[in-house]
């Protein structure tokens, strides 16, 4: 078997991946929308969905308030911007949603974070929340932890900082995390995670993943030491894709947090590599699809019996 | 020492870098605001940002006025940009503070320079300022060197060219340096800098740096003859970032300006070498992350046995 000839992360990469044949229709690899940016930040849900396109998605849609929506579309023209943060009914049409990235603190956004992160958990819509999504969720996590979808494994991860972690236990546990022995934060992120019912990856130097199930597993691959920003919004793009796609195959969540912090790690780690100290997120960004295509099987181009 | 065979200009940036390890969050490695930028010139403040990321800072955050800040947003998704020159409640925020690069003269912007300098200074916060900030410190001096902190090693830097310095000898030591031979310049920064206790960074054909207790020094490493608009602001960016860096190490803030001189020159005459007289300032932009990978220590990954 070709796959165990392969570091074990990488094989976690490439158990997720759809395969390719020509029956595929534009979208079956994946529609996946981004809510976030503001008027200051602009570059957070442009690095989070051009990474979606990068690791194979087929459509990137960016919900981004007006004043920043022509500055994303600008950014690249692979990506479907809309102006305006709520995506409305557009919602139903996405696999997976990703809300947070530059979302900024305004109560209006908030609340349409608010309201996206209900309706995903109503249709079960694979969902990665991150960044100010996470402050909303914080403020309103009995409302948001009682949603009706309550099952072990619930499509949904939360991708939390250290200090955004440390704002959610506070609030959640009254426990803080900032700064303590990974032994206290492992501890605390599992309790969190099954008081949730949530999974949570936790970025740190090491990354933590909990499963709803109060089950943590720890990652930590070689990265760079650099954290310029911009690489938490490619992580939360590459996470979002990586759930979709577990959910359509038997490959456990585990595995897309293991998959996606190796793949990000990586990226990163090739980018400082090439470029020093001086990389930034667009370095990042374009390590994405030659990394993908080095743990990829060989593109031979397809037979398909069936075709016509 | 390996530091011992490098040209000493690259030992002193050398002395400056950050070490890189897993323990580092994103902002350890500076979080700086650039002041400017105006209808008029959007490029100046772009470069000055841009810069600082390449040369190895984690966040850049650019406060503008509204009708300029939609095309800094665009030159590159790194930038956070605010679309109000003000910055406000954001510079304490800031590790580093640069005011000046693309202002322009408008009575409400230099009241919005002069303001974020007084801050700077009564939170000795890291400032350099440059360009057209020096207007209004020309106009002002004397309420701005009066300024609560005095001692001698202030992290302030101004970094005139030949005729803004000349318009603050004139203002303040009533003394023309323009076209003057090179000791009367000389004694005449010295002075400057005494009198208004700020340390000056004289660009020219040979820099001139002067700290605040009037000792000069003079920086003439190899650089390009070509003048094309946007090194200033590329250099002012770059000191910002070894200043704060200074500000962190027993690292002198002489060894800042000698860094800095050294950098961009070589970046510029890398930019004429490769590109010939029709280089650009993104022509040296794009030379500042591979120069820093070549005087930086070579990257193996980081091991920290605290990791966890």
């Not at 008027?39 to 396109?53: C, D, Q, R």
């Not at 139903?92 to 908030?110: I, N, T, W, Y």
């Not at 195959?249 to 293991?258: C, F, I, M, N, R």
């Amino acid at each position: 078997d070709i796959l165990s000839d392969l570091p074990y992360t990488m094989e976690a990469v490439r158990r997720l991946l759809p395969e390719l044949t020509t029956a595929l229709r534009k979208g079956n690899c994946g529609r996946l929308g981004v809510v976030g940016g503001s008027v200051e930040y602009t570059g957070a849900p442009f690095y989070a969905a051009i990474s979606m396109l990068k690791v194979g998605a087929d459509l990137a849609h960016v919900f981004t308030p007006d004043d920043a929506a022509a500055v994303v579309k600008g950014y690249a023209p692979e990506l479907i911007v809309h102006p305006e943060l709520d995506p409305g009914h557009w919602q139903q049409r996405m696999d997976a949603m990703l809300v947070g990235p530059g979302l900024g603190r305004e109560e209006k956004s908030l609340q349409v974070a608010h309201d996206v992160i209900v309706e995903a958990q109503r249709r079960a819509q694979p969902l990665v929340v991150d960044a100010d999504g996470l402050v909303i969720l914080t403020e309103r996590w009995e409302s948001l932890s009682a949603a009706p979808v309550h099952k072990a494994e619930l499509p949904i991860i939360l991708t939390p900082n250290a200090v955004e972690m440390d704002r959610l236990a506070m609030q959640v546990l009254q426990v803080s995390t900032l700064g303590k022995p990974w032994e206290e934060v492992r501890l605390a992120v599992s309790k969190l995670a099954a008081r949730l019912k949530m999974n949570i990856f936790l970025k740190g130097p090491t990354d933590m993943f909990a499963t709803a199930d109060g089950k943590v597993r720890l990652y930590d691959a070689e990265g760079s030491a650099r954290r310029p920003g911009g690489i938490g919004d490619i992580l939360s793009g590459v996470i979002a894709v990586f759930l979709l796609w577990s959910t359509r195959s038997d490959v456990p969540l585990h595995t897309v947090a293991e998959a996606a912090s190796f793949f990000v790690r990586e990226a990163a780690r090739r980018a400082h590599e090439q470029i020093g100290r001086g990389m930034t997120a667009s370095d990042v960004v374009a390590q994405v699809a030659p990394l993908m295509k080095t743990i990829d099987k060989p593109y031979e181009g397809v037979y398909d019996a069936n075709k016509l």
